[in-house]
Every structure is written in structure tokens, then in C-alpha cells.
């Protein structure tokens, strides 16, 4: 299970505002992207989660913005797991262009079955917690 | 059974581009905001029809844009039931500000059960040709 | 000016996401309508601010999702003005359907012009700081 | 000038709706990324085009829904120059999952300058009439 990732976005023109830029909305859904596939990246997919009944669903969201991102940007968002409980999963979101930091994101997802009723995070991905505090021991992220 | 119908949208910052204007994309959203209301001021609702296992799903879609609509305008969607047969239902949007016609558009509509099959039009949809037809007659569409 | 003011939303089909659910990134278009409507509502026009070269942008924006939105949900969204410094505009967001409190949002404003510098936020906006804590006295929002 | 180019596109959740589908509006922002990356692949801009003031507006759009896409898909966007005259440009626009054809859209275009005045067509790509002439007739589109 990795507890890093990161991808390449091209902000497409309708994702961009009468003001010209990335509308502010716009990056939970790249957040979304992030962690989507830091678990096809770890060999598993969330497609499968959701066909076998279980729901990530956002308890709480939140970013600060930095600088704007612009139409046809190409961005590059790092997913960080930052976090790992019995009922919760906090990924951090850092999101470039070049070395530019544009936005800093998190979010907290819990799991639910079907019916809407709180799952246990598996073991395997709460062990991560452990891995990641040492990978942030060794790699500072800005 | 209604075959005319006509709702207010206000264009939202986040639906307008970087050009300033409605993306064209927005207005399929619009036009199926339409034929919503036009079923919900029928007395009937397109979340009964989905909850008991009947979707519509779209065809054919096509829109023609004669002028743009830009963001905070005050929108009139007129939504025209055209033609009903025993599996396809089409209607016709008449997009206007004020008195300028920004966009007409049409789709086409098919019913579905859970497993994708195709499923008949209710008659009393279909008996809404006739009174269309009526209408039309009386009252002329720009 | 107005320190609170309420509009209803119907949650549209593709704002919903395979999930049935409104995807947690809508929220923050839905609280960009309510301060828009906030300043309508005031007398002001957010519109007419971008044509004098003025912007509102989102400088921080975070939100608690208590309970799920479903399509066709008519929601009441109650906006309020909660601080007003020299720099920076901060709304809090109510989001609910009936009495149940779905969402509970925040964002921070600052204003700029169309080079992007920081203009100051104009006094009579400053003066609702005083208001809306007299406001807060007789009136405990939940 | 290249007259036909493919990319990828991995369907994402908030594109689909609660029916579980890809929603019918989001193809025609698929057809602009195909576009966009045709004239980024031959060399062009569309960014520039607007940065020195010249705008492509959609005059004319539709397509033809034959099997739905679904979240997590990842889809093919065939995007083909199909007529160019003095004022319009025509592109079809064929997208695929494996060898399924899911979707068949055209989208016309017409460029205009920033006063909203339609400009004439450039030269160089009104010389791909006779090149897609030619292509289509060695290679069959499907």
C-alpha cells in the first residue's frame, strides 16, 4: 500500500471560470482523481470497493489556495495519506504547477456499506499509518 | 399530461468558461431541468420513476446556438413535448433571454429497466401526441 | 447589507454522483450561489463588481458533511456573513433539507482587481462585522 | 495540420450520474479536449488562439448515445477534421471503450474576436478539406 502518489492534470476550459481561472470547486474533484489512483498505483481500485459494497464517502473537506491555476495548465497533484484510524482515512493534496504550490488540500473519508452504515478501515491500509510516519521522517514535504 | 413547460434558470458563475460565456456543454443540463419540471408540473416525478426501476436514458442530443449566454442572466427554458412513440419520447427547448431565442435544442429519450432492456412508453405519454398536435395548432412555437 | 439571507436549491441529476448522492464538490458552487443571492438580496450585484473590475476570490474553503443530499432534494441553504477584515470576507454556510442539517461549509475571501492585487474590502462591507454580532445575540445559529 | 488524433480519457465519478452512467453532457467536454489536443498535436494552441484574441464558439452540436460508459472507464476519443469552410469548422467525433463505439458526436464551430465578430477561417486549416478528403479514403472510419 503506498502512501504517496502523484499525477499529471491538464485543467480543461470549462473547469475554468468567467474569471479565467480553475474554479475553486473544481479541485476536490483533482483531490478525488489523487486518490483514486494512489489505490490503482497500490494494485487495488476503488471501482472494485464500490462493486463489492463498500463507499468511500467525505466526511470533511477543505483547501487553502495559494496562487490560481489557468486554463491549459498542466498541474501535478501529490497524494498523501496523512492518516489512518478505525473508522477514518486523512489524505493531504499538494497541487503544482512547476514548483509552484497552487492549493493545499485535505480530506477525511469514512467507510460505508450500502445501507449507509460506518465500516472498519481494513488493516492493511491502517497499517500504512505507520510506514507513512516514517516516510515523513526522511522526506520532508513543503 | 403537459406537452409545454417553462422554467427560470439563473447561469451560475462556475457554468460560464473562460470566454465568459455558458459553456454549450450546460445547456444539456438545462434542457433535462426542463423536462423534469415539465413531468413534476404534470403531477408526476422522475425520482418515483428511477426508485421504481425505470430510467431514461438519452439517445440523441442536439442543440443549435444562436446567441450567448453569459453568467447571472436570467433564463427562460421552454420544454416542448414533439413526438411519442412506443419507445422513444423527443421533446424540443427553446432557451431565451428576454425575448432573444439563445439556443433550441432537442433529445431524445428512451426508457430502461435496471438491466439496460428497453421498455415501452406508458400510453398516456403516448396519448400526448394528439394533444401536442392540438396545440400546436393554437399556438404557435417561435 | 444584509448579514443573512437564505435561498432553496433542487439538487440537479448530474450533480449527483454513481454513489446516488450530491458529490461533496457541489457544495461549494451552492455556497458561491448564496453569497451571490446575499448580495442581490443587499441590493448589490456580485456581476457588476467583475464589470468595475473588482473579483471575490476563494483564498480558503473547507466543509462538514453531516448527512447525504439525494438527487431531486429541495435544500435551503442559509448563508451568513461571519467576519469582515480589512482584506478578507468570511461567510458560513447552512445547508438543510426540512430541519436536518446536511452540511455546515466556510470560505474566505479576498478581493482583487484584474492584475490580481489585494484590494482593501470596501467600509460599508467592514460595517457588518458590528451587525452580525448583534445579530448573533438575539439569534443562536445552530 | 493533422486531420485526425486519438487520446485517452479516464471516465471520473462526479462525471457520472446517479444512474451510474457517464451523463450525456459531459461527452461535448470530451469532443473540446479531443480538438484541443488535435491542435496541440499539430504543432498549434488553442490557449494562444485566445491569448491573441481569437475565440472558438460552438455554433452547432449532437451526438448519438449507442452504449453508455461508466465510471473508471477508460475510454478512446477519435476526433476527426471533417469539413473546413470560409467561417466553420466541422469535426465528428468517435469514442470508444475496447472495440465498442459508445458514442458518435459532431460539433461546428465558428471563430469570432473578442468583440464577438465572426473572423474568417485561417487558410492553413481550410487546406485540410482536400487532406481528410484524401485520408478518408484510404482509411474507413468506423
Chains 1, 2, 3, 4 share one sequence.
Not at 477514518?88 to 445501507?115: F, P, T
Amino acid at each position: 500500500m503506498l502512501t504517496e502518489h502523484e499525477i499529471e492534470i491538464r485543467v480543461r476550459y470549462p473547469e475554468c471560470d468567467p474569471g479565467g481561472f480553475l474554479h475553486h470547486s473544481r479541485v476536490f474533484i483533482y483531490f478525488e482523481m489523487g486518490r483514486t489512483e494512489l489505490l490503482r498505483a497500490s494494485g487495488d481500485n476503488y471501482r472494485r470497493w464500490e462493486e463489492s459494497g463498500l463507499y468511500a464517502v467525505v466526511v470533511q473537506a477543505e483547501c487553502r489556495y495559494l496562487k490560481p491555476a489557468r486554463y491549459d495548465d498542466l498541474l501535478r497533484l501529490r497524494t498523501i495519506v496523512r492518516r489512518v484510524t478505525g473508522v477514518k482515512i486523512e489524505h493531504e493534496y499538494l497541487l503544482y504547477r512547476d514548483q509552484d504550490l497552487l492549493c493545499r488540500g485535505r480530506v477525511v473519508l469514512a467507510l460505508v456499506d450500502s445501507a449507509g452504515q460506518i465500516q472498519p478501515i481494513p488493516e492493511e491500509m491502517q497499517a500504512v499509518n505507520v510506514e507513512s510516519h516514517r516516510g515523513s521522517r526522511s522526506e520532508q514535504p513543503r
